[in-house]
């Protein structure tokens, strides 16, 4: 039986070595395991201010501790690694979490008796590593070297067998795009911002992951007892029904007014990419291992340039929100860009449309020459974008500056990040979400206060619209905080609302943390399916060390602090925290103006409220209110006094 | 098919797989090996998942002669959220029909 502790396999890349370290699960336990113990290894090994692509900086690839058990939606991989988006204008570089599901690849890894696959140096030639029951082989990859994620996927599949889970990267990830992700097992992407290059500059193609050995629970009666009721849960939700027919693109509803750009009418949006276009090429849904929702999508694209064109992925509110902000009124083309993306070069969809739709229009005004663009003329046209794209996943031509991303168009042109219409920069990163038709959520608030500007999974019931303040405080009282915590959560303030969305936030990104560190996916928070108290009961059940949801989520807490004073040696404080200048313009929309409001719009709000926001969240945090560095007594408290940054 | 498990079926019944159904959720195969193993071990389940790469789609396939039927009461039939999995038992009439398609 190995439920408790951790075994810690490193690869190191440059000496084409592997070895495996267990570690004593006292060890583990306050870092809950999964990718919060992945945080102690990163922090203990990543030396401060190296070069993301450089071959010091690590990738720790963490499967969550309740992966390949039998329970709701335990299918999420951790990696985290030191992202090569310029994070500022400094050339400082966060370090974070990023996390994806798939139906192989972490279950793989666990099967194999690899909880933490560390991956150090860099190689001289291509590779792939695979992990099995047997241990870690480098094989090289010359011949996969520059072919795409999903060819490159079924030829290891092919080679391995059918359970074998593989993360691959693309073309864009090999050139060192800033932006390039991963693809796991060909329908979840993994690390927007940069783990696709990181690896690239590893020289690794591929992770494939297979095992034959089997994962056992410290408490079989109390762990099945938990995932059946949670099961029966995820079966009896009202909208299961229409979720498990259309998947990711059952979000239409909410969708459309959360992530609304402002362009077009939304009757005219709604019939160019609302449900019933999407169901034109929708396909067939797909489930991460271990899913009773499942919302993974396989689409084909009906008519056209592209017609009888197959994808994976989750392609249609990112095509949508980009293709009203491109103006491109035909969804199969916007489908089109994403393929290209997912099953090929492994670029990043939203930052590259978006520097796309960025540029084209500096061009359409004057701001960007034919001379800056090395002679290429950026016509607001599909054709464009699609060269641009193409050439970006290549760093061909003027490709090479949007490889770079946000930074390096200020650097070079002027052209100020914060300029940009819709989402917001935040760390040399663009946001997937805008806060003004999304309205000031604490999601919102964790996109500048997050080490890496990305959800992360964090949602909750605010992220949808109309939930009431009783839905979203009874989420809130299943964290297990005492009640003088709660009750300061919910104290009406004048510059966040009817709650405290700074001090709502600090919890919530802990809750994160404890989510991801399990391998929980976001869907069941979201949807208010599973509770820190149950995940606490699984934890308790699997490692059989007993425990409540408060002392889980202060384990949150502590890789909460962990990640952020890694990322204070990276020199981040509180003048990087910043929410994007966007927000306070309000957007001038043929559905009327919209301003930046609190969740039940009672106030416009103001760049001073959002500091006083930022204010509560560090007070919450036990940091410094003028830094936002964690202070000595916070990480003392939290036993990570070791870890103090003098600032 | 064995005797052997030619006459558990008849005596059990028998599992239906509907593969048009499955979501490749691995369910079944966690299931299985915990009835069987006391572990959560896809390759100690009857239940090879197939998986055609072309378009991701994935069926479940059952090793007959592994395979025991749970004694009536197929954990990975009580798994599959997706209703791939059925059981009909020998008592129900259809099963001279499921025999023969």
């Known amino acids: 039986m190995r439920p408790l502790g951790a075994s810690v396999w490193y690869v190191d890349l440059t000496k084409e070595t592997w070895w495996r370290e267990d570690v004593f699960p006292d060890e583990v336990a306050p870092f809950i395991g999964g990718s919060g113990y992945g945080w102690k290894i990163v922090a203990d090994l990543l030396p401060p201010q190296v070069d993301p692509f450089s071959p010091e900086n690590v990738v720790v690839i963490n499967p969550g501790v309740l992966v390949g058990t039998r329970t709701v939606g335990a299918s999420k991989t951790t990696a985290i690694t030191k992202f090569p988006t310029i994070a500022s204008e400094d050339n400082r570089f966060y370090v974070e979490e990023c996390t994806g599901g798939g139906r192989y690849f972490g279950i793989g890894l666990k099967l194999a008796g690899c909880d933490h696959l560390v991956i150090l140096g860099c190689s001289r030639r291509p590779v792939t590593i695979h992990v099995s029951d047997k241990g870690v082989e480098l094989r090289d990859a010359s011949n996969l070297w520059g072919r795409g994620i999903f060819e490159v996927t079924d030829e290891l599949v092919r080679e391995e067998g059918d359970d074998a889970g593989v993360l691959a990267i693309g073309t864009a990830g090999e050139n060192l795009v800033r932006s390039a992700l991963a693809i796991v097992d060909k329908t979840n992407s993994l690390g927007r911002g940069g783990l696709g290059a990181v690896l690239g500059a590893k020289r690794v193609k591929a992770i494939v992951a297979r095992g034959t050995k089997g994962i056992r629970v410290a408490d079989v009666v109390g762990f099945h007892r938990v995932s059946e009721e949670l099961f029966n849960r995820a079966l009896e939700w009202p909208r299961r029904e229409h979720w498990i027919r259309l998947g990711l693109a059952a979000g239409w509803d909410t969708f459309k007014h959360t992530q609304y750009p402002g362009i077009w009418p939304k009757e005219r949006w709604e019939e160019l990419y609302g449900e019933k276009k999407r169901l034109e090429s929708l396909d067939r849904v797909i489930a991460c291992v271990s899913c009773p929702l499942s919302c993974r999508l396989r689409w084909v694209i009906r008519g056209g340039e592209f017609d009888g064109e197959a994808g994976l992925g989750s392609p249609y509110s990112k095509s949508a929100t980009s293709g009203q902000l491109l103006g491109i009124e035909d969804d199969r083309r916007m489908l089109h860009l994403v393929t290209e993306a997912n099953a090929h070069s492994g670029i990043d969809f939203y930052t590259t449309t978006r520097l796309i739709d960025f540029v084209t229009r500096a061009y359409e005004q004057g701001k960007l020459t034919r001379e800056d663009t090395g002679g290429l003329e950026l016509r607001r046209d599909y054709e464009t974008y699609l060269d641009l794209f193409r050439k970006t996943a290549a760093r061909e031509g003027f490709g090479d500056v949007l490889a770079d991303g946000w930074m390096r168009l200020k650097k070079e042109f002027g052209l100020d990040p914060q300029d940009y219409w819709y989402g917001g920069i935040c760390k040399g990163i663009d946001f997937i979400y805008d806060a003004r038709p999304s309205r000031f959520h604490p999601l919102m608030m964790s996109f500048f206060t997050r080490p890496r500007p990305h959800h992360g999974g964090s949602h909750t019931r605010t992220n949808s619209l109309n939930k009431t303040l009783e839905e979203i405080r009874e989420q809130v009282e299943h964290w297990g905080l005492p009640k003088e915590m709660v009750d300061r959560i919910f104290t009406e303030t004048p510059y966040s609302g009817k709650f405290n969305v700074g001090r709502y936030t600090a919890h919530m990104e802990d809750m994160m943390r404890v989510k991801n560190a399990l391998g929980i996916c976001a869907m069941y928070t979201y949807q208010a399916l599973m509770f820190a108290d149950d995940m606490a009961k699984l934890y308790s059940a699997v490692t059989g060390e007993e425990l409540t949801a408060g002392e889980l989520v202060e384990r949150g807490e502590r890789i909460s602090n962990l990640a952020k004073v890694v990322n204070v040696r990276e020199g981040f404080t509180r003048k990087d925290d910043r929410p994007p200048e966007v927000w306070f313009r309000p957007m001038q929309t043929p559905e009327g103006r919209i301003e930046l409001q609190d969740y039940f719009q009672m106030k416009t709000l103001t760049k001073e409220d959002l500091e006083r926001c930022l204010d509560d969240y560090y007070d919450e945090r036990g940091w410094d209110i003028k830094t936002g560095v964690p202070t000595r007594a916070t990480l003392e408290r939290l036993g990570l006094a070791k870890y103090a940054v003098s600032h | ?101």
């Open chain 2, 1 to 101: 098919m064995t005797s052997k498990s030619r006459d558990r079926h008849r005596v059990t019944g028998h599992l239906v797989v509907r593969p048009e159904r499955c979501r490749g959720c691995r369910s079944c195969q966690l299931a299985c090996s915990f009835a069987r193993a006391n572990e959560f071990n896809p390759s100690k389940s009857c239940i090879v998942l197939e998986r055609d790469m072309r378009t991701e789609r994935t069926a479940p396939v059952i090793k007959v002669l592994c395979c025991d039927l749970c004694d009536g009461r197929p954990a990975c039939v009580d798994a599959c959220k997706y209703d791939a999995l059925a059981f009909v038992p020998a008592s129900d009439r259809r099963i001279e029909y499921i025999e023969e398609a």
